[in-house]
């Protein structure tokens, strides 16, 4: 099946939603509070240890009720029936997508246009299985015949996000492995990584979806430079593991056959750590960790698919965030996660976000007339209320913000643990309550100020409130539970994408700047003379004169 070709605002839905937005634009949250006894309980959506509360936000019951109808009349149901029966929804890449395929149990017969790929998919698991296996028994060894002690991904995007995240939110897990990243064709990153290493107990994973990328083959080559700086051709199969669909292209960087690890054109790189992109992830925490955070992205998906969307998690957070994208005009969304482990948990979700609904064409090939894919930000708290949350609350931007915390700490200091989660709730309650001038005057007044000595102060001290927060509070950070949450994200973003009617899972947008480096790269070294624009030109009239 095709995705269906709606445009959402030619709805009755949307016109419906902006009608109510125009009379209801300044209702504050506190009143819907205030006029509904059981918001808490209508606003909050409970699943497998998981919270969503979203009942801080600019929504009343006709807003919500529209919302769903918007997901129903752009036929939401149905897109989903193609997005997990495999269909080729990717449509000017002609794949599917399929990434819930990789997490599914092999009883589940995944089909991808028709063809069952659970097979395949059991098949590498096992070879990831076995493969950290050794290498964490240390059964494996380098070409001296000492165990690893260090693995290094070679990868950027897709092939770098996901584990990069993934390996320190699941660091409390962690085996004795040390894992390394290396991305960018700077090279001051690789010889940096490089300069703590030992060529005997290192390993690296060179990952590439499509193995041309020139980023990750600059510095696989590198790497393997350095590394024969120190052995011989041959150790180079004892050192090296790659994952990739293009398999011929790693035949010819000299990996041994049994360290080639394939993926599949049906999972596209910002989804694609669920695959053997994982590889370092499950090096890092052993394979039954990395089974588990499959599993929770399995029961996520089962959510997804099978509850009523006012229920549904991913549903609910893509209305939430369409509402505010597309009628109050908010441009960005922050996601601010209460736990340190989660550090690049929003570096992680710009790619997967922006770069799947930063679209301007929609699915009939013609340019929207409305907002697509949000700005995506952030950083852990409390770290960011000490940066950025000034303008959170008494900025001018309307930011709609994910509040992610957990219940229960993982090194088990519940001081640390309740100063830190007082300062979640805190923050969510300030941004939507505000403090008023009364509150501001008394508060001067029980300290014995007098008001006129202060008068010129007191607008600076107010906070409006009425800043919109989602609150996703979750048991425990675990490796289901981390899945379970990737999940949720990957969901909203398809939903997102049906309804704004654009194809979530290209990223024709990235190639441009891709072609324009190649030409210029033989520019600077002499080779070509291409013609730029005059600006471009001398810029790079200056750096050939350095
Ligand atoms: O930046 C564009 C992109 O194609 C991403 O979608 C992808 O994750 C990344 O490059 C890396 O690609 P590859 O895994 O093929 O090296």
């Given at each position: ?495 997102q994408g049906v309804l704004w009617n654009i194809f979530s899972y290209d990223q024709w947008g990235v190639e441009l700047g891709k072609q324009l480096a190649n030409s210029i790269l033989s520019d600077i070294d002499g080779s070509t ?18």
């Amino acid at each position: 099946m095709k995705l269906p070709r709606i445009n959402p605002t030619s709805t009755a839905a949307w016109k419906a939603l902006e009608a109510h937005f125009q009379t209801r634009q300044a209702d504050r949250i506190s009143d819907l509070f205030a006029q509904n006894p059981n918001r808490v309980a209508q606003y909050t959506a409970q699943w497998n240890g998981f919270t969503l509360d979203y009942s801080k936000n600019r929504i009343d019951d006709t807003a919500k009720k529209l919302l769903l109808e918007l997901a129903q009349q752009c036929q939401l149901k149905e897109a989903m029936q193609g997005y997990f029966g495999g269909s080729p929804i990717n449509e000017t890449e002609s794949r599917a997508v399929m990434h819930t395929a990789l997490r599914a149990p092999a009883s589940a017969d995944s089909k991808v246009e028709g063809s069952s790929v659970a097979a395949e998919v059991e098949a590498v698991k096992t070879q990831i299985k076995n493969f950290c296996d050794q290498i964490i028994s240390g059964q494996k060894k380098g070409f001296t015949g000492k165990a690893f002690t260090d693995v290094v991904n070679i990868g950027i995007g897709g092939s770098d996000l996901g584990p990069v995240m993934a390996v320190e939110a699941l660091k409390y897990y962690q085996n004795h492995l040390k894992i390394h990243f290396v991305s960018n064709v700077d090279g001051d990153h690789v010889y940096e990584t490089l300069k703590s290493l030992n060529p005997e107990t290192t390993l690296f994973v060179v990952v590439s979806k499509t193995f041309t990328t020139q980023e990750t083959l600059s510095n696989a080559l590198t790497v393997k430079k350095w590394f024969l700086s120190h052995a011989s051709q041959k150790d180079i199969a004892l050192h090296f593991a790659a994952v990739s669909t293009n398999t011929a292209k790693i035949a010819e960087f000299g990996i041994a056959p049994e360290h080639v690890f394939p993926m599949w054109d049906w999972v596209g790189g910002r989804f694609s750590l669920w695959s053997a992109v994982g590889l370092t992830i499950a090096l890092s925490v052993g394979y039954n960790h990395f089974e588990a955070f499959l599993q929770g992205a399995h029961e996520m998906d089962r959510h997804f698919a099978e509850t009523p969307f006012e229920d549904n998690i991913p549903v609910i957070m893509a209305l939430v965030s369409i509402w505010y994208n597309n009628f109050y005009g908010a441009e960005s969304e922050a996601i601010i996660p209460y736990t340190q482990y989660l550090s690049r948990f929003s570096a992680y979700l710009q790619q997967g976000i922006m770069e799947s609904n930063g679209k301007y064409i929609d699915r009939s090939g013609t340019r929207v007339n409305y907002q697509t894919g949000t700005l995506i930000w952030g950083e852990p708290g409390t770290n960011s209320q000490h940066a950025f949350f000034q303008l959170m609350h008494q900025g001018t931007k309307l930011i709609p913000t994910d509040f992610i915390g957990f219940k229960k700490p993982l090194h088990g200091d519940m001081d640390h643990h309740d100063k830190l989660m007082s300062n979640f709730f805190a923050q969510t309650e300030a941004l939507f309550v505000g403090k008023s001038k009364a509150e501001v005057e008394a508060e001067f007044i029980a300290k014995g100020v007098d008001l006129d000595s202060v008068a010129h102060i007191i607008p600076f001290k107010v906070f409006e409130g009425n800043k919109p927060t989602n609150t996703l509070l979750i048991d425990q950070l675990t490796p289901a539970t981390l899945g379970s949450l990737i999940a949720a994200y990957e969901h909203k973003i398809f939903v997102q994408g049906v309804l704004w009617n654009i194809f979530s899972y290209d990223q024709w947008g990235v190639e441009l700047g891709k072609q324009l480096a190649n030409s210029i790269l033989s520019d600077i070294d002499g080779s070509t003379n291409h013609p730029h624009d005059a600006s471009t030109q001398a810029l790079l009239k200056a750096y050939q004169n350095k």
